[in-house]
Structures are given as C-alpha cells and as structure tokens.
C-alpha cells in the first residue's frame, strides 16, 4: 500500500486550508505562516515514510502445526531486513481469525540483522483458523504519514476438537465387557491356555480325565477367549439445527458434542491397539496406521449437513467388533440402518447427542453433555475416571456389577 495521511494528518492538511481561508478574510498574515508549516509537516511526514520503507524477508513457524480446542499455541517470526541500509522502526500487524489482531513493534533495525517476535493463537472452538497477511507499517515520528507493505501471506491453522482417552472394555469387566465375553463364548473357543480346578457351573466335557486322575480334584480345561479387535466409529453428520430458533447462534452444540465423541473414540481405540476405522455419513472414510492423526485432521473441517445420508455397511475386518455409531437420536436412518446389519462378531453401540430412546437400552451412552458421555462410557466399560490435577486417570471397576443398571439412563 503507497503512502498516504493518517487520520491525525488529514486532520492537520484541513486544518491548514482552515487556516488558510480564515488568514486571507481577516487578513492575518500569521495564519500563512502556520498554513505553511503544517502544510510542510505533513509533507515531510509522507515524504519520511515512503522512502524509508522497510524491506524485510519473513518467516513464519506455527506451533504445534494442528492445535486442539481449548490450547493455546503459538506463531514465531523470524524477521530479517533485506535492505542495504538499517531499516527504521516498524509495526508488524497480523489478522488472526475472524476477530483477532496481533500487533509487535520492532526497533530500528540494522542491515542483515533478524529478530524473532511471537504472539499467542489461543483456540475456543475446533475449525481452520485464519492467520494473516502479515504486514510491515511505518508510522512517522508526529503521526501524520503511514505506509504499509505486505511482507507475508495467509496460512491455515488446524484446531482440532478435544480427545479425551476413554478405557476400551476388556472381556468381563462391565456391561460392554461382559456382553463381549458371552458374545466370545458362543463364537467358540479359543486355543488351550491352562488347567484349573473343577467349580460348579463348569461343563462336564471340559473336564480333562487324565489330569483328574493324577490329582485329588477334578481339573478342567481352560481355553484363551478372542478379546477386542477392532472398532468401527461412525458420525452422523445430518442435523436438523436452525440457527433462527437458537436466537441466530451458527453453532450446533450437539453436533460438536458428536464430534468431540468421535475424536475420543478414534483415539482411545487407536491407544489400545486395535484395528481402527472412521467413517461419517457423507462418504468418508478414514483407516491405517495414521488413523488417529488424520480422523483429527477431517474432524477439523468436518460441518453437518441437512440431507441426511446413510453409508453404514458391514466391517469386513475379523474378530470382535465394536460398531459406535454417534447419531443425534434414535430414530436416525444411520443407527436404524446399522440395526439391520447382522453380525454376530460386531456390537453395535448408539450415541446419541439430542434425545434418548424411550426404553432402557444397555448398550446406549447418553451424549447430551460431555460430562454425561464421559460418565455413562465409563460406566459402560466398567472404569471409573478420577481428576489428579489437571488431568483425568481411568481405574477399572472392582464393583461393576452394581454400575450395570445405569447405563444408558
């Protein structure tokens, strides 16, 4: 941008012709002289700026490159002049999202000489934030002239949702895990692991005869029983959200409450080791190594939609599944199509994040707050989660009998 008056010296040019107009009617002769000289300062205050402008060279690092919602992260500047000749003082100036500008002041400058200046990116809400033009500004010393010059272009920052690390169920702990343990049982046994001692209960096959014979009580076979494999999380990006009925709010709470679910799920499940994949309804579908990091990528950008889609199939993977489906209510076409999905190694569990079926279901995790997922995924996976400063630790369960009654609730 050239060089032109600031507010303050086109407030002194008109001032001049005021002066000026008021010195000829009256016949002042000193108004002339004080027309000349703030007519000279704003000229010479132009004339400062749009020489001496700074030629700089810029360089710009974010960190981390993908934020989390909630942090605060950071833009570091390497700032070099390329001029032959010292460069004068500045200001950087920075737009940082919609709402936000950051502005540094650097000293005079000498030729071939880099400074570093920073600012903080503090994040409120998942999305892609917006930083720059970065742009050079010089002031002259009275506040009459600026000249401007962009020395940076823009840059997008990632500000993916929170992830919170939920227990995976382990095979007999909780409601989850014992519906899993029943579902490994049926599906057969597994290879021989041990011998224990008869209890009542045991089946009278699994008795090993010979090992009976050689000792004072019966013994039995124990055989390993298949755990968790893998898991399949799918969001339901349809939403019936009206901003005119929220009083003009353009954010769907509940579908950002899904999303934040769905980080978690991808990450803990990706934690624990097994086998994971993310799908949402309008067609994307993301698996492999690197799961965790690009499901957070996509749930960067990801907005809901008001046609609702249904892309549930069945996982062609092996081994005990879990199907998570985060949906806002159960009557969803996505969680009534995955009804009809049947597959005696996949368990399908409904999250929903507007309104909860009628009927008490085990395998259902109320979502209509963060805090209410957190409990009732607990609950459900027979763990508990307790605070240790700023952080949350999952223990299991002792007692998860007495827990099976209130999930879903």
């Given at each position: 941008?050239?060089a032109h008056?600031?507010?303050?010296?086109?407030?002194?040019?008109?001032s001049?012709?005021?002066a000026?107009?008021?010195g000829?009617?009256?016949?002042?002769?000193e108004l002339?002289?004080?027309?000349?000289?703030?007519?000279?300062?704003v000229g010479?205050a132009?004339l400062?700026?749009?020489v001496r402008?700074p030629?700089l060279?810029v360089?710009?690092w974010?960190?981390?490159?993908?934020?989390?919602a909630?942090d605060?992260?950071?833009?570091e500047?390497?700032?070099e002049s390329?001029?032959t000749l010292?460069a004068?003082?500045?200001?950087?100036?920075?737009?940082?999202?919609s709402?936000?500008?950051a502005r540094?002041?650097v000293a005079?400058l000498?030729?071939?000489r880099?400074v570093?200046a920073?600012?903080?990116?503090?994040t409120?809400?998942?999305?892609?934030l917006?930083v720059?033009?970065?742009?050079a500004?010089?002031?002259d010393?009275?506040?009459?002239?600026?000249?401007?010059?962009r020395?940076?272009?823009?840059?997008?920052?990632?500000?993916?949702?929170?992830a919170?690390l939920?227990?995976?169920?382990e095979?007999?702990?909780g409601?989850l895990?014992r519906?899993?343990?029943?579902?490994?049982?049926r599906?057969g046994?597994?290879?021989?692991?041990s011998?224990?001692?008869y209890?009542e209960g045991?089946?009278?096959?699994?008795?090993?005869?010979?090992a009976?014979a050689?000792?004072?009580d019966?013994?039995?076979r124990?055989h390993t029983v298949?755990?968790?494999?893998r898991?399949?999380?799918?969001?339901?990006?349809h939403s019936?959200y009206?901003?005119?009925?929220?009083?003009g709010?353009?954010v769907d709470?509940a579908?950002?409450?899904?999303v934040?679910?769905?980080?978690?799920?991808v990450?803990?499940?990706d934690q624990?080791g097994?086998?994971?994949?993310?799908?949402?309804?309008?067609g994307?579908?993301?698996?492999?190594?690197d799961?965790?990091?690009q499901?957070?990528?996509?749930?960067?950008r990801?907005?809901?939609?008001a046609?609702?889609?249904?892309?549930?199939?069945r996982d062609?993977g092996?081994?005990l599944?879990?199907?998570v489906?985060?949906t806002?209510?159960p009557?969803?076409a996505?969680w009534?199509e995955?009804?009809?999905?049947?597959?005696p190694?996949?368990?399908p569990?409904g999250?929903f994040t507007?309104?909860?079926?009628?009927?008490?279901a085990?395998?259902?995790v109320?979502?209509?707050?963060?805090?209410?997922?957190?409990e009732g995924?607990?609950?459900?996976a027979g763990?508990?989660?307790r605070?240790v400063?700023?952080?949350?630790?999952?223990?299991r369960?002792?007692?998860?009998?007495?827990?099976?009654?209130?999930v879903g609730g």
């Open positions: 941008m050239p008056p600031t507010r303050q010296g086109w407030t002194v040019a008109v001049a012709v005021i000026a107009f008021i000829r009617a009256f016949g002042v002769v002339y002289i004080i027309t000349a000289a703030m007519l000279v300062a010479f132009w400062a700026v749009a402008r030629r060279a360089r710009r974010i960190r981390p490159a993908v934020l989390t909630g605060t992260g950071r833009v500047l390497v700032v390329s001029a010292p004068p003082a500045f200001e950087l100036v920075e737009p940082v999202g709402n936000r500008t540094m002041a005079a000498p030729r071939r880099a570093s920073g600012y903080r990116v503090p409120d809400r998942r999305g892609v917006t720059g033009p970065l742009v500004t010089r002031v010393v009275l506040g009459l002239a600026r000249s401007s010059r020395v940076a272009g823009r840059e997008e920052v990632l500000v993916s949702p929170r919170h939920l227990p995976i169920p095979l007999g702990d409601v895990g519906h899993l343990l029943a579902l490994a049982q599906l046994q597994g290879e021989f692991h011998l224990r001692d209890v045991d089946e009278p096959r699994s008795i090993h005869w010979r009976s050689r000792s004072d019966l013994k039995v124990q298949e755990g968790l494999r898991c399949l999380v799918v969001l339901d990006q019936s009206d901003p005119r009925r929220a009083g709010d353009d709470e579908f950002e409450r899904g934040e679910v769905a980080a978690s799920l990450h803990s499940a624990a097994l086998t994971t994949r993310f799908v949402t309804t309008e994307a579908d993301v698996r492999g190594p799961v965790a990091a499901t957070l990528h996509l749930l960067a990801v907005q809901p939609t046609a609702p889609t249904v892309a549930v199939e062609p092996e081994g599944g879990l199907v489906v985060i806002p209510a009557a969803s996505p009534l995955l009804e009809r999905v049947h597959d190694t996949l368990t569990i999250v507007e309104q909860m079926p009628g009927r008490r085990p395998l259902v109320d979502a209509r707050s963060v805090e209410q997922f957190l995924w607990d609950r459900l763990a508990r989660r605070r400063g700023d952080e949350a630790a999952i223990e369960d002792a007692d998860t009998w007495a827990l099976a009654g209130s």
